[in-house]
């Protein structure tokens, strides 16, 4: 049974810093990873998919890595922002089961506060 | 891009009632579409898949009886937490992948609080 584990579960920083948020899972047999931001009471945004045959994902400043043969990803935030407090979900989707629509397994998310 | 929606955003019942919970896909089809389950200060769960025209399939220890799913549709899924309890106050998010050659996307919905007094 897959199990993700999010590192640190809670992380608190001022404005301006570079931060890494940690990713594990279980079984390195994965299609792919996916992390998700979710705001206080709502739902999830997504925001870096990377598939199993890739090594990391870029967008502004998120970039993020995966390494499945050890079962690590990791988010990094460049010059953080109050408006990047949220929790942020890291998410697997197995390979196993042969269908197209894999069902995705959460971990229990890093909860960011950016500080002015 | 593609969007979710799901009604109501926000319900309150009394204990032994039965709630409906709506996930719509309004702008692509979704055979498939998943149903999660998040208490506070928790991750995801995964309760259920719905397919569309089929039973539903239930992860282990969630009882099918109790959470009712019907997706009737390409763009509805239902959830029916039948004779509700406390315990079962949670925020409830759906799932949907859209239909096609790209499989890899699930967009989910805004999520349902469901508080049970």
């Known amino acids: 049974k897959q199990e993700v584990t999010q590192i640190p579960a809670a992380l608190s920083v001022p404005e301006g810093e570079n931060l890494v948020l940690n990713c594990s899972f279980t079984d390195s047999a994965i299609y792919n990873l996916q992390w998700f931001r979710q705001d206080p009471g709502k739902g999830l945004t997504s925001l870096l998919l990377?598939?199993?045959?890739?090594r990391e994902q870029t967008s502004g400043r998120l970039n993020a890595s995966l390494d499945k043969s050890s079962g690590r990803s990791t988010l990094y935030i460049a010059a953080s922002q109050p408006g990047d407090s949220a929790t942020y979900l890291c998410a697997v989707r197995d390979s196993a089961g042969g269908t197209s629509y894999g069902k995705l397994t959460f971990g229990q998310g890093t909860i960011l506060t950016v500080h002015p | 891009g593609a969007v979710v929606s799901q009604h109501p955003s926000r319900v309150i019942c009394k204990s032994g009632t039965s709630v409906k919970i709506e996930c719509r896909s309004l702008?692509?089809?979704?055979?498939?579409m998943f149903w999660y389950r998040q208490f506070p200060k928790q991750s995801l769960m995964l309760m259920a898949t719905?397919?569309?025209?089929?039973?539903?399939?239930?992860e282990q220890g969630v009882e099918k009886d109790k959470f009712l799913i019907n997706h009737a549709s390409l763009t509805l899924s239902t959830l029916t937490v039948t004779s509700a309890h406390p315990e079962d106050s949670s925020f409830y998010i759906c799932s949907a992948p859209p239909r096609g050659p790209s499989t890899d996307t699930q967009y989910f919905g805004p999520g349902t609080r469901l508080t049970v007094l």
């Open positions: 702008d692509f089809q979704a055979t498939t």
């Open positions: 990377i598939q199993s045959s890739q």
């Open positions: 719905s397919n569309e025209g089929s039973k539903a399939t239930y």
